[in-house]
């Protein structure tokens, strides 16, 4: 029999959903986070030339020390914060730095803060660790800003870590940094670590980013190559670790992953180096995709609420049309858009669909269209 980690291990609804739209002609993919931008060509060349050059064997499980050199001068360049590259850990994904930090971080029974809504996975990652869930709640009204205070009524000496995301996945909110600072105070008062989730940095059109790094060296910082370059399948991220971790980060990793795939590593550093020039472009798009379907919620009365101001996901308020798995399914099989439902988000998105706007603008109207056609034919 399976074990009880395993049965308590939820599935991610918007692979699902992914799952059941791959089989299906014509679908407008809006249920994954897939940008529609290619890598940086100097990524695939590196990446390239280190294949044909025969850099196909295991590097350290920290990673390569160009590509840790190149994510350290990423940090002082773009936010002014020195971090040693002895603290850097590169991983396949980002989705492995987070489990990493929480193995590390948390013991069986103890507790993890995490905003509702959160991205899907993060419960299961607690459990992964053998943890428990409590959750605070984001306002629409806010902009899904965390609210320090409500943090506040949670968080104490028995917290093991509190999980930030900014911007985050599924409202495309943007943290301040005042209330970064103040809940690193907080963490620092109760003697939590904090875990930021920073995979979508450089996707902020709309509000200043600021990473956790800026106010603290005693957090984990996870990132990765895979939103900001469009290079998801690569799967390569890194976890900046607390100096006191950095070695039980290190030692997890040996064991279980081994180390990511050095001509991977090659593209990574290639792209971080080399590809933020596009970045601008990229957010200019999605700005531009995300007020389209700002407008088109307007004329459909999916009560949005806020604006997002970086990602590229928006959820939608889908409850005068019924149960979020139900439209989701109308939409997909009726309009051939696929889009995922919100309950996997929490109960803060239950009456939501998060639609994603990473494919190209194209796409994002030819969505629009469709469901305009869907809800003309079934209103009237």
Not at 7 to 12: A, E, G, K
Not at 195 to 223: I, M, P, R
Not at 310 to 334: C, I, K, R, T
Request: hydrophobic share 40%.
């Amino acid at each position: 029999m399976p074990s009880e980690r395993a049965t308590d291990t939820t599935p991610f609804a918007a692979m699902d959903v992914l799952e059941r739209a791959s089989e299906l002609e014509g679908v407008v993919h809006m249920e994954v986070g897939e940008p529609d931008f290619r890598p940086p060509e100097a990524a695939a060349e590196a990446a390239v030339a280190a294949l044909q050059a025969g850099d196909d064997d295991y590097t350290t499980s920290r990673g390569t020390a160009s590509l840790r050199e190149a994510i350290s001068d990423y940090y002082a360049e773009t936010y002014g914060v020195d971090v040693s590259t002895e603290r850097i850990v590169v991983t396949p994904g980002s989705s492995p730095a987070l489990l990493l930090a929480l193995l590390s971080t948390v013991d069986p029974g103890e507790e993890v803060v995490l905003t509702d809504p959160y991205y899907a996975c993060y419960p299961n990652f607690v459990r992964q660790a053998d943890g428990t869930i409590t959750t605070v709640e984001l306002d629409p009204a806010d902009g899904y800003e965390p609210s320090v205070d409500a943090y506040e009524q949670v968080v104490d000496e028995d917290t093991a870590a509190m999980l930030l995301n900014s911007p985050a996945n599924p409202t495309g909110a943007v943290t301040s940094g005042e209330t970064i600072s103040e809940l690193v105070d907080l963490a620092e008062q109760t003697d939590t670590m904090v875990v930021s989730d920073e995979v979508y940095h450089g996707l902020a059109f709309d509000a200043e980013e600021h990473t956790v790094l800026e106010y603290t060296d005693d957090a984990f910082v996870l990132d990765g190559v895979s939103k900001r370059y469009g290079m998801t399948g690569w799967r390569l991220g890194w976890a900046v670790c607390p100096p006191a971790y950095v070695e039980a980060v290190n030692r997890i990793s040996q064991n279980v992953l081994i180390c990511a795939p050095p001509f991977v590593q090659a593209g990574a550093e290639a792209a971080i180096r080399e590809g933020n020039d596009q970045l601008a472009e990229h957010r200019e798009a999605y700005r531009e995709r995300r007020d389209l379907l700002l407008e088109a919620a307007e004329r459909w009365g999916f009560d949005v609420g806020y604006t997002p101001e970086g990602a590229y996901y928006l959820l939608l308020d889908v409850s005068d049309l019924g149960d979020a798995f139900d439209v989701a399914d109308v939409f997909l099989e009726e309009a051939g858009v696929a889009m995922t439902p919100g309950p996997d988000f929490g109960d803060g998105a239950s009456d939501y669909l998060r639609a994603s706007f990473a494919r190209s603008t194209e796409d994002v109207r030819e969505a629009i269209e469709r469901i305009d056609e869907l809800l003309a034919t079934t209103t009237t």
